[in-house]
């Protein structure tokens, strides 16, 4: 999707932002819950667990490798 290619540009672009890793979760959320694209969303937050460590989505993306689709199941 756009906002996907967006997102990735931006990370790309300015890794060092500190929203950068915000920006990896939320493209991990958006295969995950709107293209449900699971292993597309796995590569995402596997990306943002090894590029930012100590992110405040690091154990939000934790959850979702953990536990892949699991928005889905709650609903």
């Keep these: 999707t756009e906002a996907i290619s967006e997102l990735n540009y931006f ?11 915000d920006a990896l979760y939320l493209i991990g959320r958006i295969y995950d819950n709107n293209l449900d694209q699971s292993q597309q ?6 990306r943002l667990l090894r590029k930012y460590p100590n ?10 490798l953990i536990d892949p689709g699991q928005h889905r199941r709650s609903q």
């Design 55 to 64: 992110s405040k989505n690091y154990n939000l993306g934790l959850d979702r």
């Design 11 to 21: 990370v790309n672009t300015y890794p060092k932002s500190e929203v950068a890793p």
């Design 41 to 46: 969303a796995i590569l995402s937050f596997d």
